[in-house]
């Protein structure tokens, strides 16, 4: 069974009289511990997807299921707390508080969902020796690099140990040393925990890294020649 896989999926904003088909009947899979990158030119619908498939964002129609349970049936309640514990989120900006500490910004989702403080603190002590930050755990933000904060953020959202990782245009606020390396790392996390990630992502050396790319145009999914498919295809395969 795929971890994610989606039917039909629609998605339409409407603002007065003026109506965007921003996703235009998505079908696809993806396997379980499969790194995948989704490409395409701005306001082709990447993130639309992505906020989709996670349940950020509500469908218009179709069905999405994610290990088995189908987010399009669950309220608002429900899939927050599936995403808690099942996902985590990895952005362009970090999203840090900045009066937290970088571990206290990894062990934060722990203690929403009701963890020991003392669990928590020592889950996010762990990662950040795993993202190789032990020590700068106790340093705001504003004390980090770039690179640095990226490491906290993929480190908070690993921190539930999720088995699916959505990460938005995770290198693009990153110089190219930085990005290379914290690509490199989300691989070796990919790979050594076998977690799912799916990688909205502009650039092409991020999508060579990754196991296939999905290839975006106008809301719809395209192969390399650009006719219009409506299910996911192995484009391009990356070893």
Request: net charge negative; aromatic share 4%; hydrophobic share 40%.
């Amino acid at each position: 069974m795929p971890i994610i896989s989606c039917h039909d999926v629609i998605k339409t904003y409407v603002t007065g009289d003026i109506r965007v088909e921003a996703l235009k009947g998505i079908t696809l899979k993806i396997d379980k511990g499969e790194m995948v990158a989704v490409m395409g030119p701005s306001g082709c619908g990447k993130t639309t997807l992505l906020n989709c498939l996670s349940g950020i964002d509500d469908v218009t129609s179709g069905k999405v299921v994610i290990e088995g349970a189908e987010l399009t049936d669950m309220d608002d309640n429900a899939k927050t707390r599936f995403r808690a514990k099942r996902m985590g989120f990895i952005f362009q900006f970090y999203n840090l508080l900045p009066v937290l500490s970088a571990a206290e910004n990894v062990e934060l989702p722990l203690l929403i969902s009701g963890e020991n403080p003392k669990v928590a603190r020592e889950s996010a002590l762990a990662l950040l020796e795993t993202v190789g930050l032990k020590d700068r755990a106790m340093l705001r933000p504003a004390s980090l690099s770039g690179g640095e904060r990226q490491r906290v953020t993929i480190a908070r959202a690993l921190v539930n140990r999720p088995a699916l990782v959505w990460a938005d245009e995770p290198t693009g606020d990153l110089d190219k040393r930085t990005a290379d390396e914290v690509v490199a790392l989300m691989r070796r996390l990919n790979q050594e925990n076998q977690q799912t990630f799916v990688i909205v992502t502009h650039d092409p050396e991020v999508g060579m890294k990754c196991d296939r790319i999905i290839h975006m145009r106008d809301g719809e999914i395209v192969d390399e020649d650009g006719k219009v498919t409506t299910v996911c295809q192995d484009i391009l395969a990356r070893g």
